[in-house]
């Protein structure tokens, strides 16, 4: 799997958009890029992910670069709630089980 | 509500002794998997299944043990033999059986080891 660079930490003013980036300059062809988060003391979140296409859900937006070297996650408006640490996971999509490999991800902290 | 239930939340054990943790789901997933956490770091994989009375090890599996006699259930028992055991324990599924595989997290078990 690719490895990822995030920011240690950010913070965001409550309403606000929050902007999370990611580096995947090794990213293969065939590797999708995934988002988890994961709020103290709870098990993690599945937000998105996507190949190299925008991708927009109920709880978030994805921007791949072009060259797919790079994301951000973007949290609409911000609320309280969405403190937690962010992962952004680079890997295959395969059918069956696979593991995931977590980094230390980014620490978002949304102010009131 | 479907979903994928831990417990207990918190685990205390005197140091030799075994203990196993409870992960339940009923969001009818093939593959289901163990991870461990410890403070400031991401995860690490224990064991993971994908179908019943079949699993695998994963990166750190030395001291665990596993079964999967139900499709609903996939018990981790951490052994005297695990020389370093709190920890904060996650049990996760996912659909498999040859779809794909977004992984859906428990709440989470944390054991501390006196």
């Known amino acids: 799997d690719a490895k990822t660079t995030q920011p240690t930490s950010m913070d965001c003013a409550e309403g606000r958009a929050a902007n999370l980036p990611c580096n995947h300059s090794t990213i293969s062809g065939n590797e999708y890029v995934y988002w988890y988060r994961q709020i103290h003391s709870q098990g993690p979140q599945y937000i998105i992910h996507?190949?190299?296409n925008n991708e927009t859900n109920e709880m978030a937006s994805l921007i791949i670069t072009e060259d797919r070297k790079s994301s951000t996650l973007i949290l609409p408006h911000a609320t309280l709630r969405d403190t937690a640490v962010y992962y952004c996971?680079?890997?295959?999509?395969?059918?069956?089980?696979?593991?995931?490999?977590f980094g230390q991800g980014t620490r978002l902290t949304i102010n009131p | 509500d479907g979903g994928i239930t831990q417990s207990p939340k918190y685990l205390f054990r005197k140091e030799g002794q075994n203990v196993t943790l409870s992960c339940e789901q009923n969001l009818n997933h093939d593959a289901m998997y163990w991870y461990r956490q410890d403070p400031g770091q991401g995860l690490r994989l224990i064991y993971y299944s994908q179908i019943v009375n079949d699993f695998q090890k994963g990166d750190i599996a030395e001291g665990y043990s596993v079964s999967r006699e139900k499709k609903e259930s996939f018990p981790l028992t951490v052994t005297s033999a695990q020389k370093n055991p709190t920890a904060f324990y996650l049990c996760?599924?996912?659909?498999?059986?040859?779809?794909?595989?977004?992984?859906?997290f428990g709440p989470g078990t944390r054991l501390t080891v006196l």
């Open positions: 996971i680079v890997r295959l999509r395969i059918q069956g089980a696979q593991k995931l490999v």
């Open positions: 996507g190949l190299k």
């Open positions: 996760a599924s996912s659909i498999g059986g040859g779809r794909y595989n977004e992984q859906f």
